[in-house]
T-cell receptor
């Protein structure tokens, strides 16, 4: 069984300050983990993914995430928020179940960036 | 490459009507899936397919049918629409069925059932 919990439904930061979006996961095996971003009225775009290589993963637009097995966490960070980062972010865990890929989405975190 | 395309973008139905949401991909991906997105619930898997002729149920399959006659197309059918099916629907595809495969999403279909 697998699950993913996004600890904050809304996060608000000022432009130019750091961003932290928190994600915890549960999995019976070594999972793959993804972060997707969804801008208003748009589809989902892949930010980054972890697939058991380096634990610190760098993605697009200056985002990065660190896989911490001991804490079962995969938090998303960015050193300095930009207005264009305002969007909804989804943490996703992917595993192999019954011979096929099983993907579970978190409930999402809405990021507000204040000028 | 157009990627994953979905039609229509918007649709309004009356309760009891049927319709088909279209999804196509031009990346020769084996794995395709349908999700619905509802506020505060993330994306929930409706049905998926691991190749032409093979489909299976996801987390919330009731009220929906799918088929996969070609690698490219994966339509989602609502046989008798209900207000509870008001949602945004996303189609996704990935190269394979490995847990490391990235899913690519279409732009979505916003469906309202009155």
């Amino acid at each position: 069984a697998q699950s993913v919990t996004q600890l904050d439904s809304h996060v608000s930061v000022s432009e130019g300050t750091p961003v932290l979006l928190r994600c915890n996961y549960s999995s019976s095996y070594s999972p793959s983990l993804f972060w997707y971003v969804q801008h208003p009225n748009k589809g989902l775009q892949l930010l980054l993914k972890y697939t058991s290589a380096a634990t610190l993963v760098k993605g697009i637009n200056g985002f990065e995430a660190e896989f911490k097995k001991s804490e079962t966490s995969f938090h998303l960070t960015k050193p300095s928020a930009h207005m264009s980062d305002a969007a909804e972010y989804f943490c996703v865990v992917s595993g192999f179940s019954g011979g096929y890929q099983k993907v579970t989405f978190g409930t999402g975190t809405k990021l507000q960036v204040i000028p | 490459n157009a990627g994953v395309t979905q039609t229509p973008k918007f649709q309004v139905l009356k309760t009891g009507q049927s319709m088909t949401l279209q999804c196509a991909q031009d990346m020769n991906h084996e794995y395709m899936s349908w999700y619905r997105q509802d506020p505060g619930m993330g994306l929930r898997l409706i049905h998926y397919s691991v190749g032409a002729g093979i489909t299976d149920q996801g987390e919330v399959p009731n009220g929906y049918n799918v088929s996969r006659s070609t690698t490219e197309d994966f339509p989602l059918r609502l046989l008798s629409a209900a207000p509870s099916q008001t949602s945004v629907y996303f189609c996704a595809s990935s190269y394979g069925t490995s847990d490391t495969d990235t899913q690519y999403f279409g732009p979505g279909t916003r469906l309202t059932v009155l």
